[in-house]
């Protein structure tokens, strides 16, 4: 079933959108099924569980971290994260930027937006993203790739398309306001169910979870 549905996104997906797999709550059997697919690209949203994964995945597995991350956390997810998609406030880019400086090491990061409605409060609003990379140049051990958003959770495909166009707006805005910022390149938006309307809008990398390996059991 994982190879089928991989095999079916591979083929869907235009060329220039990266796929990450979602892997949260799925054993690691599930993620090696993947894996011999040929996907290296997997998303994680808890620290632990990331960490528990990392050391028993092969080496060249790419892992997304793509959940809240407290700043107490910070030392299970950095060693082993290609990049932290949900960096969600100035407090916690400031820890990464103390443990990156401290190890010697430099972090790949996406902005959280906050861009959908009601049901999440995290992310940084547009005027927060564009106040952070105009003080980009302070840290020196981050690398910003660009932005992380999730539309509402509606069925009315017309609010998420209209979540998504605000976000490729600011996405645009961000780029031709810092072009010294060379490797702000992704817009990291669309999940299961609406990541068709994200391509168009768009993203270069969609995070899918359900649609590879079904229902996750909490
Ligand atoms: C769980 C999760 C996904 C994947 O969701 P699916 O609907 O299962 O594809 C994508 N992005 C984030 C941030 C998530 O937490």
Request: hydrophobic share 45%; charged share 25%.
């Amino acid at each position: 079933m994982i190879a089928h549905n991989l095999e079916e996104l591979y083929k869907e997906l235009p060329q220039g959108v990266r796929l990450v797999a979602v892997s949260k709550f799925h054993p690691i059997s599930e993620l090696l099924e993947a894996y011999a697919m040929g996907q290296r690209a997997f998303g994680e949203n808890r620290p632990q569980e990331m960490a528990a994964k990392a050391v028993q995945m092969p080496q060249d597995v790419e892992w997304h971290f793509i959940g809240h991350l407290q700043t107490n956390k910070l030392k299970l997810v950095l060693p082993y994260a290609y990049i932290v998609e949900s960096v969600d406030s100035v407090h916690l880019l400031d820890a990464i930027e103390g443990w990156a400086g401290l190890h010697d090491r430099t972090v790949r990061v996406l902005l959280e937006v906050h861009i959908g409605a009601e049901e999440t409060k995290q992310g940084f609003s547009d005027s927060e993203v564009l106040q952070l990379l105009s003080a980009a140049g302070e840290y020196h051990h981050i690398v910003f790739c660009g932005l992380m958003g999730m539309a509402s959770h509606t069925d009315d495909e017309e609010a998420v398309a209209a979540d998504f166009a605000r976000i490729k707006a600011l996405f645009d805005r961000c780029s031709e306001s810092f072009p010294q910022l060379g490797d702000f390149r992704q817009l990291s938006i669309g999940m299961s169910d609406d990541w068709r309307i994200a391509v168009r809008y768009g993203s270069t990398e969609v995070r899918i979870g359900t649609a590879i390996f079904g229902p996750r059991s909490y």
